[in-house]
């Protein structure tokens, strides 16, 4: 449908260059009183039309954009309570492999949908959207340190190989894992928005002393002390 509206602009742009230089090329042979007043009425008529079908458009294509990003999010939002609606005794994720595999290819599609989003600020709130639930998801599978034991992926590292009905649990795909701890890893060559934040002031933190919060006021001023010691 856009495109075929597209299609019409692009025509009537055609036909407003012809007027245009029609109504120039007579202006210079015989004078603007040569102009008839349909012949400047056409030319304005045209270009309104022009202009409000090319408004239209550009407020079709944002609606458009903005259902794709309504979509992703969506996508990636059920990714993770594919995983977080169902722990088991120790507070981990079902370890299902169907489970798993659902949450994979909800990340993908939703990875996938962006490719459709023509604005800017679209692009913008799904890049935050997606570290917002980038933590979530690193809140719940525990990646670094205490993570998930090798025995949570597979009863046994053959199963992934091959397996039968006759074992007591499927292993997670391999291809699912790699979706999800993919998504999860911070991703390369996108700088941090942190990164240009300032220290806290000396000023800062003998207000916080003062005024509160004084934990956080008095834990600054001792992380300011062992600086002085370690520099030494």
Not at 72 to 77: G, K, N
Not at 94 to 122: C, F, M, Y
Not at 156 to 162: C, Q
Request: hydrophobic residues 45%; glycine residues 6%.
């Amino acid at each position: 449908m856009l495109k075929l509206l597209w299609v019409v602009v692009v025509a009537l742009c055609v036909v407003a260059v012809a007027v245009l230089y029609l109504v120039l090329d007579t202006i210079w042979e015989t004078g603007i009183s040569a102009l008839s007043l349909s012949v400047i009425s056409s030319f304005l008529i045209l270009a309104g039309v022009l202009v409000a079908l090319i408004s239209h458009i550009r407020n079709i294509t944002r609606k458009w954009s903005e259902d794709y990003l309504d979509k992703a999010i969506f996508m990636i939002r059920s990714a993770y309570d594919t995983l977080a609606s169902k722990l088991n005794e120790n507070g981990w994720p079902d370890n299902d492999r169907v489970r798993w595999l659902t949450a994979a290819r909800l990340i993908k599609t939703g990875q996938g949908l962006i490719r459709n989003l023509t604005e800017k600020s679209h692009k913008e709130v799904y890049k935050e959207t997606e570290h917002y639930w980038r933590g979530r998801l690193s809140d719940l599978l525990r990646p670094y340190g205490d993570s998930l034991p090798p025995d949570y992926y597979a009863m046994e590292p053959e199963h992934v190989i091959v397996y039968s009905g006759r074992i007591k649990r499927e292993p997670l795909s391999l291809t699912s894992l790699a979706v999800i701890y993919r998504f999860m890893r911070w991703p390369d060559g996108m700088e941090d928005p942190l990164n240009d934040e300032p220290d806290f002031t000396s000023e800062e933190i003998h207000k916080m002393v003062t005024f509160g919060p004084i934990g956080l006021g008095t834990h600054l001023e001792n992380v300011k002390k062992a600086f002085q010691r370690m520099s030494k």
